[in-house]
């Protein structure tokens, strides 16, 4: 399975960007996708999930109501919309799914966190938000 992650570049705060994630096996019909990002310093962190029959997403509390996750199962394409960037956006995105397993997270009731279930990354795409 390839992940091929795109979109990404140089942007002023307040602004927007929409990431793409093409998926190469044809299956994003039936399992579970993801963003990740990872700033410099700083662990990978959850961003955004999207099971598989697209009506159920997550999101990270830091990107709720800012973030839009979505596919096209036609196109074996995942997005994320992402509005009202700030710089603390900035980080190299990553899209992630599953082979077989659902992508577990954890809901605090405020946002997402990843809990387990990653079994491919795409190489990510870098966003850089600046002020």
């Known amino acids: 399975v390839q992940l091929q992650a795109s979109g990404g570049g140089l942007v002023q705060a307040g602004g927007s960007l929409r990431l793409s994630c093409a998926r190469s096996d044809g299956t994003i019909d039936i399992l579970d996708m993801a963003w990740f990002r990872q700033a410099p310093g700083k662990e990978r962190e959850f961003v955004a999930l999207i099971r598989w029959a697209g009506i159920t997403t997550a999101y990270a509390e830091s990107v709720k109501g800012r973030f839009i996750i979505s596919k096209d199962d036609a196109e074996n394409t995942m997005y994320l919309q992402m509005n009202s960037l700030t710089p603390e956006d900035t980080a190299v995105y990553y899209c992630?799914?599953?082979?077989?397993?659902?992508?577990?997270?954890?809901?605090?009731?405020?946002?997402?966190?990843?809990?387990?279930?990653?079994?491919?990354w795409g190489k990510g795409t870098q966003v850089t938000v600046s002020s």
């Open positions: 992630a799914t599953t082979a077989l397993s659902r992508l577990a997270v954890l809901d605090d009731g405020l946002g997402c966190s990843y809990n387990y279930g990653v079994d491919y």
